[in-house]
């Protein structure tokens, strides 16, 4: 997936300057959107939120869209930054693509929560319980045409996980959510895979912990 944006998106800022100095705003709207999109997936925030208001910007009208356009340019460029210093780290065998260090942030949640140690492994227990297939279920829901039960199982693990300060599962959550509730089928599919590779490691981690 991050190949995919690279290729696809190295210089969509620009493209999108291009078209609507030519008068192409209709189509600088589906660039925009199809960038916001793809962004989500892969949980690249600051493109997919910029992406997003500059569609916005040409949707309604406004005479200038050249700094949202030069925002996202920015976004864009750091994104890609960060994609070549990855593509250039090697990877596990296993194929995880988890490291970046801790995936639960044990004090901060206990910080944010503001409950005991022993209270936490509780909601960690629980959490495991409910989400450590979450990918299956999903995938369950939604072969079985139940988008909307999906969308909300979804929007379910994306607020559980950010409570829990699991941000990388958050994010991965949060993109599979909008994807779904507007039938990308294309970024579903990449987003569940997304959603597994973060939440492996996640279930790994908590499980090591309360082992511990």
Do not use: W
Not at 47 to 60: K, P
Not at 81 to 94: F, R
Not at 124 to 146: N, P, S
Not at 172 to 196: K, Q, S, V, Y
């Amino acid at each position: 997936m991050l190949q995919e944006f690279r290729a696809k998106y190295a210089d969509a800022a620009g493209e999108i300057g291009r078209l609507l100095d030519a008068g192409a705003d209709a189509d600088a709207e589906r660039l925009a959107h199809a960038i916001k999109g793809l962004a989500g997936t892969v949980a690249a925030r600051p493109v997919a939120e910029s992406a997003g208001q500059l569609e916005r910007i040409i949707r309604d009208g406004a005479n200038d869209a050249r700094p949202g356009v030069d925002t996202l340019s920015r976004h864009i460029d750091e994104l890609l930054a960060a994609i070549d210093a990855y593509l250039a780290t090697p990877q596990e065998a296993s194929g995880e693509t988890e490291t970046e260090g801790p995936t639960l942030d044990i004090e901060g949640a206990l910080e944010r929560l503001m409950v005991p140690e022993d209270f936490l492994c509780k909601i960690l227990v629980d959490y495991v319980g409910k989400y450590a297939d979450v990918t299956a279920e999903l995938r369950r829901l939604l072969d079985g045409g139940a988008d909307e039960d999906a969308e909300r199982l979804a929007h379910s693990l994306k607020g559980v996980s950010g409570t829990l300060g699991a941000e990388r599962v958050q994010d991965a959550a949060a993109a599979l959510e909008a994807a779904i509730g507007e039938a990308r089928d294309d970024d579903i599919a990449a987003g569940l895979d997304a959603l597994d590779q973060k939440l492996k490691p996640l279930v790994r981690d908590i499980e090591a912990y309360l082992a511990s």
